[in-house]
């Protein structure tokens, strides 16, 4: 009976390093190469005229072959040996098999040297999800409904599951809670909010006094959350929309189909949503505070006068206010982080643009722009990096030092979780320093 002929040429593996290589990246053998070859490894090609060896080379060993025979002279690794059909040996990798019995016999004589007694380690018994330790993994990766049915599945295909722990369970885990939610008018919103937080099995009953509204938007969502007072309970969800902008017309909405005026929560957010809930007109306008009449253009004033006629009434049509006010203003609570981002703002506009502290900042924040840092645009995570900064308070002036200190000072006892009861003295001396 006839051998059955191989489906891949020859001629399609290196002769020096016995690889495959594409045509491409092949080159025939030839007098150069046979010249070049015999004086790297100082022997001959051979078998090149059996139908069992490679006639071509791969594109690597041909430039080592170059490189060599050139002033370069690379090491090189032995080629490989075609002794005969069938049967490809790396000379630099042969291993006899009397060698290889007798290696073993030497391992398995020095393991079996000491006693059992001597064993110092123990096989654990792997320990198996169910189902409840299944979810406390799933909730705390935060995964989704879709990607913790793949999870699941993966632990089940390996034995990791107990009898018993279900893997699509996940798929409608939300169907207890979607009777709480109604979707109209490209906006999703809570329909039962109190019966909504029993259902997520609060210890303590609902009281609209325990928790505040907060209200945000970016690019891709608008959405409203109410977020319990001291941060006992998780934040949770009442309001969602992935069209609707940042605008009168749509918080207006959201108010009313959650019922805002029957919880009368306390409501935060960023100054922005601030003035729009209390029908303030947007942009660089002279009256922007809802609290009083502050001028934004009496700049001459603005770090000497302190006390500002205060803002008794939203009248629309007077002191930039072109809205009826959705929520009374004594409902809304100024957030700390903008605070601190406004003060962040104006201390870096004051820098001195040729000074080691400005170029210092500038050093520190090379993703930002250069126009981002002039205006003091920063995050919270920007302002925490530079608090705990050292260097960059050995590059500021005294007067620089004394409103950075200031500006600590008050982000830690007053704009933190902690009060400092001497508040009032903190802030009045940042704002001498400043």
């Known amino acids: 009976m006839s051998r059955i002929p191989c489906k891949e040429k020859v001629n399609k593996f290196c002769y020096i390093c016995g690889t495959f290589e594409a045509k491409a990246?092949?080159?025939e053998i030839n007098d150069?190469?046979?010249?070049?070859?015999?004086?790297?490894?100082?022997?001959?090609?051979?078998?090149?005229?059996?139908?069992?060896?490679?006639?071509?080379?791969?594109e690597d060993c041909r430039r080592t072959l170059k490189n060599w025979n050139s002033i370069k002279k690379e090491v090189v690794t032995e080629p490989t040996v075609w002794p005969k059909y069938g049967k490809i040996v790396r000379t630099g990798n042969t291993v006899s098999q009397s060698q290889v019995l007798q290696e073993t016999e030497t391992v398995q004589s020095d393991s079996t040297e000491g006693s059992d007694d001597e064993v110092g380690f123990d096989v654990k018994e792997p320990k198996l999800f169910d189902q409840n330790d299944l979810d406390d993994l799933i909730r705390d990766v935060n995964l989704p409904k879709d990607s913790a049915e793949l999870i699941a599945s993966r632990f089940k295909e390996r034995n990791l599951l107990l009898p018993g722990t279900k893997i699509s369970i996940y798929r409608k885990r939300d169907h207890e809670f979607r009777k709480f939610f109604t979707s109209e008018n490209s906006l999703v919103y809570c329909n039962?909010?109190?019966?909504?937080?029993?259902a997520c099995g609060l210890?303590?009953?609902?009281?609209?006094?325990n928790w505040r509204l907060f209200i945000d938007s970016s690019k891709e969502s608008l959405k409203a959350v109410l977020l319990h007072n001291g941060n006992k309970y998780a934040a949770i969800s009442i309001g969602h929309s992935t069209i609707m902008k940042e605008s009168y017309e749509s918080f207006q909405l959201l108010l009313k189909k959650i019922n805002y005026n029957m919880?009368?929560?306390?409501?935060?957010?960023?100054?922005?949503?601030?003035?729009?809930?209390v029908g303030?007109?947007?942009?660089?306008?002279?009256?922007?505070?809802?609290?009083?009449?502050?001028?934004?253009?009496?700049?001459?004033?603005?770090?000497?006068?302190?006390?500002?006629?205060?803002?008794?009434?939203?009248?629309?049509?007077?002191?930039?206010?072109?809205?009826?006010?959705?929520?009374?203003t004594n409902k809304i609570l100024l957030p700390p982080l903008h605070i601190k981002l406004g003060l962040m703002k104006q201390f870096t506009k004051a820098l001195n643009k040729d000074?080691?502290?400005?170029?210092?900042l500038q050093s520190k924040f090379q993703n930002l722009s250069d126009a981002k840092i002039k205006e003091g645009i920063f995050v919270g995570p920007d302002i925490r990096t530079l608090m705990k900064d050292n260097k960059f308070l050995s590059t500021m002036t005294s007067d620089e030092k004394k409103a950075w200190s200031s500006f600590q000072s008050v982000t830690e006892n007053f704009l933190g979780n902690n009060r400092d009861p001497n508040y009032k003295t903190i802030v009045s001396t940042m704002l001498q320093n400043f």
């Open 25 to 27: 990246y092949r080159r």
């Open 32 to 58: 150069s190469i046979k010249g070049q070859f015999e004086e790297c490894y100082q022997t001959p090609m051979k078998n090149l005229d059996k139908s069992w060896v490679p006639d071509s080379i791969c």
């Open 192 to 198: 039962d909010i109190k019966n909504l937080i029993c």
């Open 203 to 209: 210890q303590e009953a609902y009281k609209p006094e």
């Open 263 to 277: 919880h009368k929560w306390l409501i935060c957010g960023d100054f922005k949503m601030i003035n729009i809930l």
């Open 280 to 328: 303030l007109q947007s942009g660089n306008t002279k009256n922007p505070c809802f609290l009083c009449l502050w001028d934004s253009r009496a700049r001459e004033e603005h770090w000497v006068r302190k006390e500002w006629p205060k803002r008794i009434e939203m009248k629309v049509g007077s002191n930039n206010v072109i809205y009826e006010s959705l929520v009374e």
């Open 355 to 360: 000074g080691k502290c400005f170029k210092y």
